[in-house]
Each structure stands twice: as structure tokens, then as C-alpha cells.
């Protein structure tokens, strides 16, 4: 387990070194909620990256400074991804663009995100608590939930979660994801988090559940 953020930070220096291209790094898991003091440790490290060029650059690095492809379980199953970069207590997950299979890193989302380290090769960038709170709304993995449930005690903008999850629908055609991320939110309501667009949320199921009834008629 990573218990401070300066651990991380070694770590892209190190990736640094061995790069030889100026690449933007996105940060959107539990990393970010160690940054903000929101968590006491975490054991991965969601990295998003724009190019399928940009991972294979960040793969061979991370090759060359002794990280190993290990196999993922099936908690990871709805990432978009089959193996992790293991290294000690290091374990990192690398994205182009999309993850989740339906999660894509939008413009809006870059916008969002916040410089926390310029290296000679290396920016990297924290995604808003908004959009990691909507990532961590479609894994299984132990402990999001949980880090949902930390996501929320500083406050959300709960118009720019809504908004995002409106989009990602939209641009990416994949109504069924409003499923997956409603039962989610059920869960957090479970352990009496307000969702104060949960009505919305609702709607948007109850929606897609009478246009696959329709279809499912025809």
C-alpha cells in the first residue's frame, strides 16, 4: 500500500528519466484522494493517457524501471484493462482515453483537472473529485464504494457529475451505463449518502428500461 502521495510523485520522476516525448498524464483513482488527504493509503494508480502512442511509450518505461504485467481479477473486470504494472507496493493501471469500456477522459474533463507536477518530459494532471467520484461508480473493486463515500464529505458539484454522466451517454451511445451507474448510487443512498440527483438518476433508468421494453416488442 501507498501511504503518501510523495511515493507517487518519486514514481513519475523515475518514468521521467526514460521518456523521451512530452506526455500529459491523468491521475483518476484513489491517488488523488491520497493527494487530497481523503484517504490513508491506496494500492493502485489509475493513469490516463490521450494516445495509444503515449501508453506504449509510459509501458516501456515503466519496463524499464523494473515494473512487471501481472494478470487482473475479476474485480476488475469493468475496467478496461487485463493486466496490471506491478512493482513492490507500486500497482498501476494504464488508460488511452477510454476506461471503463463506455468512461472516456472528455475535454471537459481535462479542463477539470489540475496540474500538480511539471517534470522535463512529464505533466501530470489530477482529475476533479466530480469525475473520479462518476469513475469509481462503475468498478467493483474493494474499496470504491468506500472512496465515494470519502469523495462526498468535502462536497460535490452534483450538476457537473450529472452533466458529464449526460454526456458520456451521448457522445459515446451507451444508455445501459445510466444501469450500472444507478446501481451504484443505490448503494451509496444504502449507507445514507444524499444524492441529490437521485430523482434524475431515476428517470434516466426508468427511460432506458421502456425503450428496451419497446424494442424487446418488436
Not at 26 to 53: C, F, M, P
Not at 96 to 111: A, D, G, N, Q, R
Not at 173 to 190: A, K, M, N
Request: with cysteine.
Amino acid at each position: 500500500m501507498i501511504s503518501e502521495f510523495k511515493q507517487i510523485e518519486e514514481l513519475f520522476k523515475e518514468l521521467d528519466k526514460v521518456v523521451s516525448n512530452k506526455i500529459n498524464i491523468y491521475v483518476i483513482g484513489g491517488a488523488v484522494l491520497l493527494h487530497q488527504g481523503l484517504k490513508s493509503a491506496t494500492k493502485d494508480i489509475d493513469l490516463v493517457v490521450n494516445e495509444r502512442k503515449e501508453l506504449i511509450e509510459i509501458e516501456n518505461a515503466l519496463m524499464k524501471i523494473g515494473f512487471v504485467k501481472n494478470k487482473v481479477g475479476n474485480e476488475y473486470r469493468n475496467l478496461n484493462t487485463h493486466y496490471l504494472w506491478v512493482r513492490d507496493e507500486f500497482k498501476v493501471d494504464m488508460f488511452v482515453k477510454k476506461v471503463c469500456s463506455k468512461f472516456s477522459l472528455s475535454e471537459h474533463m481535462i479542463k477539470r483537472a489540475k496540474k500538480v507536477l511539471e517534470l522535463d518530459k512529464l505533466s501530470i494532471f489530477l482529475c476533479s473529485n466530480e469525475d473520479i467520484f462518476l469513475f469509481k461508480t462503475m468498478t467493483e473493486r474493494p474499496g470504491d464504494i468506500d472512496d465515494c463515500t470519502s469523495l462526498n464529505k468535502p462536497g460535490l458539484d452534483w450538476g457537473v457529475i450529472y452533466n458529464e454522466l449526460l454526456y458520456q451517454i451521448k457522445e459515446y451511445g451507451e444508455d445501459v451505463w445510466i444501469t450500472w451507474v444507478g446501481e451504484r448510487l443505490d448503494l451509496l443512498v444504502e449507507r445514507k449518502v444524499s444524492i441529490p440527483i437521485m430523482d434524475k438518476i431515476n428517470k434516466l433508468r426508468e427511460d432506458f428500461f421502456l425503450k428496451f421494453e419497446e424494442k424487446m416488442k418488436k
